[in-house]
């Protein structure tokens, strides 16, 4: 229930979604673990559409506080792998600004 509302609380949609939330008071911190559920994407680099996903990076986030504490979103990033022009890149993330992280 409550990853389905910090989900939406955060603004994703499908195939992003929220697996998990740690709050952590001794730490003044909440952990959101978030995924990307999906084998193909588009690629960032040229927009070529339904491109396979070569693998996943951990990445962290330190997003917005939530009230007093830190929030840090982290994500398994899916890199695709483009068969029309050739390159590998990360997927852009939907709650980050380009080149964060």
Known sequence: MQEQLFTQALGLT???????????????????EVSCDTARLACPVCGAADQPVHDRVERTWQHLHFFQFKAFIHCRVPRVACRECGKTSQAPVPWAAKGSG
């Open 14 to 32: 499908p195939p992003w979604a929220v697996d998990s939330v740690s709050f952590r008071p001794d730490e003044g911190a909440i952990h959101f």
